[in-house]
C-alpha cells in the first residue's frame, strides 16, 4: 500500500465563489476551540478580560504541547461542553461536524450518535416522559409515590365494590325480573278470574229467576204463555254480554226450550257434557272447544248450572262465551307473552297469534299421540273438539312444572327451542292458569342495563377517586417538587430564588418550615459565596499580577529580546552621533583679559 501522504484536493472556482472555502476554515477554527474546551480541566474555561492576558494566554497554548488525540466517550458523553460552540448557519454546522468526525475518527454508529447530539432542537409537541426510571421505585419522588398509592387505595376499592354490585346487581336483577313477571301472571289471572265470575253470577241469576223455573218445569201450554216474558230476558242479558255466544235453557230431557239465538230452540244437547253435569245438580265450566254448528265458529267456553224448582232439577241454564279466547286482559305490553293454559296443555288463549289454540306438552317420543288425543277429546261432546289437529309447542324439562303445577311458580327453559322465563298463576273459576312469559334475551339485556349502570356509577366513583388522588398528589408533590429543585440548585451553588418557594414558605405545616430553612440556608450560602468571590477574586490579582511579572521578565530575559535590545541601543547611537560631530568645541575663556577685549 502507498505510504505517501494524500494529495491536498486542488481549490476550486466554485469553493471560492460560494465561500466554501472561508467556511472550511472557519470550522477548522471551532473545531479547535471545541478541542481545547474539551481538553479544559474547568469548564467553561474562563477568558481572560486583559488583552495583554489574552495575548499571554495564546503565547502559552501555542508553546504548550499539542492536544492529545480525544476518545469518542470524551465527545459524546459530554455534549453540554461543547453544543453552544456549534453555529446557527446549516452549511457550517455540517462542515463543523464532518471535520470534528475526523479529527476524532468516530465509528459509524458514533457518528450517528453525533448527528443525533447536533441536530437543531425545534420546538414540537413531545409525548409525556416520566423523568424517573420506572425500574427503579425507590428512587421515584414522594409525589409519584403518594399519589400511586393513594389512588391504589382509591380505586382498587372502587373497582372491587363495582365488580361485587355488579354481580349482586345481576342476581338482583334476576329476581326482580322474575317476581315482576310473577305479579304480571297473577294480575291476568285475576282480570280472568273476575270476567268468568260474571258469567257465573249471571248463571246464578238466570238459574234463580222465577219465570224461568216455572218455564222450565211447565207443560208445552204454559210454556208459551211464559215464553214472551223469558224470551225478552234471554234477549236483554245477551244484549248487556256482548261476548256472549249464546244463552239457552235445556230442560229436563235435554231439549233446549228458550234461546237468545231461536235457532236453536227445539234442539238435543243432552250429549253435551256440561247439560249433563248440571242435570246431576253441578255447576260446571267446559273446556275451550269450537261449537259444532256453524253460527258461532269461534272457540268458546260454555258454563251450565242446574235450575231447581225446591229441590229438584227442572232444567239447566247455560251460556257460551269467547271472551276467554278473546279476553284483553292478555294484552300487555311488547316484549311479554300471555296465555290461559288448561290442565291437559290446550292453549285456551294467547296474545301470540303462534301460540293461540295450541298445545304444550313435553318434548318427548309421544307428542304425535298426545297431539291427537287432545285435539279430539270427547270429554265436551261425542263427537270432535276441535274438528281439526292443533299445533304442538314442545316445552324443555326445566320449565315442565308449568305443565302439571297447581299453584303460582316461575321457571326458566325453552318452548319451541326459544329460551324464555315463565311465570304461572292458577284461576280460582276455571280449571287452568294464567301464564307470563318473556324472552331470556330480553331479561339478560335489563340485566346487562342493571349492570352497565352499576358500572357506570363505580366508573364515576372512580374517576373522582383518581381525580381526588391526582389533586392531592399534585398539591403535595409541587411544594416537594420546589423543594428539591432549591436543594439541587443549593447543592450547585446556584442561586435560589425566593419567588421559586413563595408558595411554599406561605405553608403553615411542615413543608412551610423546611422551605423557611432552605431559602435561609440558600440566603446564607450566596453570603459565603460572595465573600469567597472577593478573596478569590484579591488572589487572581495578585497571582494574574504575579505570573504577568513573570512572563514579562521570561520575555525580557530571552535572547531575542536582549538582540533587540542591543540593536536599538545602537540604533539610537548611530543617529546621535552625526548630531555630535557637526558642532565644534568653544575656545577656554581668559579671564585675566581687559574688559574691552573682543570675546571668542
Given amino acids: 500500500m502507498d505510504s505517501s501522504p494524500t494529495q491536498p484536493k486542488p481549490i476550486s472556482r466554485d469553493e471560492i465563489s460560494s465561500g466554501a472555502l472561508s467556511r472550511q476554515r472557519r470550522a477548522r477554527l471551532l473545531v479547535q476551540r471545541i478541542l481545547e474546551r474539551l ?73 450517528a450518535a453525533l448527528q443525533r447530539l447536533a441536530a437543531p432542537r425545534t ?11 420506572l425500574q427503579t421505585p425507590a428512587a421515584w419522588p414522594v409525589g409519584v409515590k403518594l399519589g400511586g398509592v393513594m389512588l391504589l387505595f382509591s380505586l382498587v376499592p372502587a373497582l372491587l365494590v363495582g365488580n361485587v354490585g355488579s354481580w349482586l346487581a345481576e342476581g338482583q336483577a334476576e329476581q326482580a325480573l322474575k317476581k315482576q313477571l310473577q305479579g304480571i301472571a297473577a294480575t291476568v289471572a285475576g282480570r280472568l278470574d273476575e270476567n268468568l265470575s260474571e258469567y257465573g253470577k249471571l248463571m246464578l241469576y238466570l238459574a234463580s229467576n222465577p219465570a224461568v223455573i216455572r218455564m222450565a218445569g211447565a207443560s208445552a201450554g204454559e210454556r208459551q204463555q211464559l215464553e214472551p216474558e223469558v224470551l225478552g230476558l234471554l234477549d236483554r242479558l245477551q244484549a248487556s ?15 233446549c226450550f228458550a234461546s237468545s239465538d231461536r235457532k236453536l230452540i227445539g234442539h238435543d244437547y243432552s250429549f253435551r257434557t256440561y247439560v249433563q253435569k248440571g242435570l246431576r245438580q253441578e ?19 260454555s258454563i251450565a248450572r242446574p235450575i231447581r224448582e225446591g229441590r229438584t232439577v227442572v232444567g239447566v241454564a247455560v251460556v257460551g262465551t269467547y271472551s276467554l279466547a278473546e279476553s284483553k286482559a292478555l294484552d300487555l305490553k311488547t316484549g311479554l307473552t300471555a296465555l290461559v293454559l288448561e290442565h291437559d296443555g290446550v292453549i285456551a288463549s294467547s296474545n301470540d297469534s303462534r301460540l293461540a289454540m295450541g298445545i304444550l306438552g313435553p318434548d318427548d317420543g309421544q307428542a304425535e299421540a298426545r297431539r291427537r288425543r287432545i285435539s279430539r277429546n270427547d270429554g265436551i261432546d261425542q263427537g270432535q273438539r276441535f274438528r281439526r289437529l292443533l299445533t304442538y309447542h314442545p316445552v324443555s324439562a326445566p320449565l315442565q312444572p308449568l305443565l302439571a303445577s297447581t299453584e303460582a311458580g316461575v321457571g326458566a327453559g325453552a318452548i319451541d327451542g326459544q329460551e324464555v322465563v315463565a311465570a304461572w298463576q292458577p284461576l280460582d273459576a276455571y280449571g287452568a292458569k294464567a301464564v307470563v312469559m318473556e324472552s331470556q334475551q330480553e331479561q339478560r339485556q335489563a340485566i346487562r342495563a342493571v349492570q352497565q349502570r352499576v358500572m357506570l356509577l363505580t366508573s364515576l366513583l372512580g374517576l373522582l377517586a383518581t381525580g381526588g ?32 418557594l413563595s408558595a411554599v414558605i406561605r405553608r403553615k405545616d411542615d413543608l412551610g418550615v423546611l422551605g423557611r430553612q432552605l431559602l435561609q440556608a440558600a440566603r446564607e450560602s450566596l453570603k459565603r459565596q460572595a465573600s469567597l468571590r ?21 520575555i525580557v530575559d530571552s535572547e531575542f529580546f536582549g538582540a533587540m535590545k542591543a540593536a ?24 585675566n583679559a581687559p574688559p574691552d577685549a573682543p570675546r571668542p
Fill in 241 to 255: 254480554h256482548a261476548d256472549a255466544a249464546f244463552i239457552y235453557l235445556i230442560d229436563r230431557t235435554g231439549r
Fill in 283 to 301: 255447576a260446571y265450566m267446559s273446556g275451550i272447544y269450537y261449537p259444532v254448528s256453524t253460527t258461532n265458529p269461534r272457540a268458546t267456553v
Fill in 469 to 500: 388522588a391526582v389533586v392531592a398528589s399534585r398539591r403535595i408533590s409541587r411544594p416537594l417538587r420546589s423543594l428539591t429543585q432549591a436543594a439541587a440548585q443549593l447543592e450547585t451553588d446556584q442561586p435560589v430564588e425566593e419567588e421559586q
Fill in 534 to 554: 472577593a478573596q478569590v477574586a484579591a488572589l487572581h490579582i495578585k497571582v494574574d499580577q504575579k505570573q504577568r511579572d513573570r512572563d514579562v521578565a521570561v
Fill in 39 to 111: 481538553q479544559a480541566p474547568q469548564w467553561p474555561a474562563a477568558e481572560p478580560d486583559d488583552p495583554l492576558a489574552r495575548q499571554l494566554a495564546g503565547v502559552r497554548r501555542r508553546a504548550s504541547a499539542p492536544l492529545p488525540t480525544l476518545q469518542a466517550g470524551d465527545l459524546l458523553e459530554a455534549p453540554e461542553r461543547w453544543l453552544d460552540l456549534l453555529p446557527t448557519e446549516p452549511l457550517l454546522r455540517a462542515e463543523v461536524l464532518v471535520q470534528l468526525q475526523q479529527r476524532v475518527g468516530l465509528q459509524p454508529n458514533e457518528a
Fill in 568 to 591: 536599538a541601543a545602537q540604533l539610537r547611537a548611530q543617529r546621535q552621533r552625526p548630531r555630535l560631530d557637526a558642532v565644534a568645541p568653544a575656545p577656554p575663556i581668559d579671564r
Fill in 123 to 133: 420546538r414540537r409537541w413531545i409525548p409525556w416522559r416520566p423523568t424517573f426510571q
